[in-house]
């Protein structure tokens, strides 16, 4: 797959919201794509242990059915977007979410992992909340996502030729996140003035939504125990002997690496970064 979008530095600026804002970051998606097949992908043979460990994890019916959801709230907005462009971009982002999910069951196939029955998936009343939930999530997850997949590469708990094989989809959490927020700032500066505070309602909503989903799953994962170290009990659940501090600069430092690899006139998700520094800063203090 294609490791970066971008050419060398570039000096010229462009307006959020302007229609090179919107070529730049849909052509990004679109000519990054990686034509991958889950059905063709081989599998590593893991040792008991290593599969065990891995059968172990308490994240693969989330995981699953968090994948599920998010084509079919990502398709469901491409199907009322009227821009060629925008559309299409927004069209291979559900795809590769479909296709996530399809790596995902494989990969459970595969180790005979044993998954809860998936609910019915449901069209969403309203694509644009069901987009932004999608996407915001993804900004959220992917980000303590890149750390604990570095962090159990660094262990050892994930194999390396498991590493290598899942390496695709990281990279696409990565560009569906640097899309989103581009298409986030392109739509809230093209929309007309008097839509901007429902807008704005709209994307607090989608916040209060998403910190209470993540208390629960917490919950759900932890039995009750412990949900405020839930991102603490991944790592440890990795194998990683890591502290809190220690875990949030390793999700920045992969967060930079990954988003690094685009083209810096692209904005980049800003607020989950920014508020993992500032938890950073109160616990070494």
Known sequence: ????????????????????????????????????????????????????????????????????????????????????????????????EGRHKSVLSNLVASYDIALAPEPQYLPPRDPEWAFMVTGYSECIDSFFAFGLFES????????????????????????????????AAWHRRTMPLWRRPWFELKVFGVWLVLIWERVRIARDVGHGVQDNNFTLNGAKSVGADISVSGLIGLCLEENQRRMSAYDERLLRPALVPALARFARRLLRS
């Open 1 to 96: 797959m294609p490791q970066s979008a971008s050419a060398p530095a570039r000096t010229d600026r462009i307006r959020p919201g302007s229609d090179a804002h919107k070529r730049l970051f849909c052509r990004t998606l679109l000519d990054t794509f990686n034509p991958y097949k889950p059905a063709v992908i081989d599998w590593p043979q893991l040792e008991q242990e290593a599969r065990e460990r891995l059968v172990s994890l308490p994240i693969w019916d989330v995981a699953v059915q968090t994948e599920g959801r998010a084509r079919l709230n990502v398709a469901s907005y491409a199907a009322v977007t009227r821009d060629p462009l925008l559309r299409e971009a927004i069209e291979l982002n559900a795809f590769e």
């Open 152 to 183: 159990a590469r660094r262990s050892g708990f994930f194999p390396a030729p498991l590493v290598e094989t899942f390496e695709p989809v990281m990279q696409e959490e990565a560009r569906h996140i640097l899309f989103f927020v581009n298409w």
